[in-house]
C-alpha cells in the first residue's frame, strides 16, 4: 500500500490505524513444503523441533512471516538454518522441488495445482503457526475501476470460501 498504489494487500497483521477496511479473513495456518521424496513427507505433521535440524528457504529478512518464523523458533531455543532468501515465491518453490532446503509458507500456497511437481506440504504442529490469518481489505474511500471491483468481490468470494473449508475442516 505504497502511497496507495494498491487497491489490494495481503498482510499477516492488520494494523489499528489508517482508513483500511477488512473485506474478509480466513485462517491460513504455516505448513512446511518439501520434496515428496524427503524424509519428513511420511510424516502426517511435524513439530517444529523437527524442522530445526532442516535446511531452510524463506522469505526476505524483512518480511512480517520470517519474524514470526524467528520468533517462534527464539522461544523454543531452537536454531534456524537458513540457506536462502527471497522475495520471489516462484523461487523458492523451485528451490525446495531442487532439494536446497525446506520452506515454511501459509497453506493458502500448499495449492498442488500451483506449486511445481513433487513438493509436498504437512501441517506444523504449533499453536502459533496454527492461528495464522490471511486479511484481505481495501482503502475504504477510494473508487475503483470496474474491473477492479470486480477483482476485488472475486477476491473475497475466494477468501470466505477458504474460511468455509475450514470450518469443514474442523467441523470433520
Not at 483500511?20 to 479473513?25: I, R, V, Y
Not at 475504504?140 to 475450514?166: F, Y
Request: aromatic share 6%; with cysteine; charged share 20%.
Amino acid at each position: 500500500m505504497l502511497n496507495d498504489g494498491a487497491h489490494f494487500g495481503m498482510l499477516f497483521d492488520t494494523a489499528e490505524e489508517g482508513p483500511l477496511k477488512l473485506l474478509a479473513s480466513a485462517r491460513q495456518p504455516l505448513e512446511l513444503f518439501m520434496p515428496e521424496t524427503y524424509p519428513l513427507a511420511r510424516e502426517e505433521a511435524i513439530w517444529p523441533a523437527q524442522i530445526a535440524s532442516q535446511r531452510l528457504v524463506l522469505p526476505e529478512a524483512n518480511s512480517r512471516l520470517l519474524e514470526i518464523i524467528h520468533s517462534v523458533f527464539t522461544e523454543r531455543g531452537l536454531p534456524l538454518n537458513v540457506v536462502m532468501k527471497s522475495s520471489s515465491l516462484q523461487l523458492v518453490l523451485e528451490s525446495v522441488a531442487q532439494g536446497t532446503g525446506l520452506l515454511i509458507l501459509p497453506e493458502i500456497f500448499g495449492n498442488p495445482s500451483e506449486r511445481p511437481c513433487g513438493i509436498v506440504a504437512r501441517p506444523i504442529l504449533c499453536d502459533e503457526f496454527s492461528d495464522i490469518h490471511f486479511h484481505f481489505f481495501s482503502r475504504s474511500g477510494r473508487r475503483m475501476n470496474p474491473a477492479a471491483l470486480a477483482l476485488q468481490n472475486a477476491i473475497v468470494r475466494e477468501v470466505q470460501a477458504m474460511h468455509v473449508v475450514d470450518l469443514k475442516r474442523a467441523l470433520a
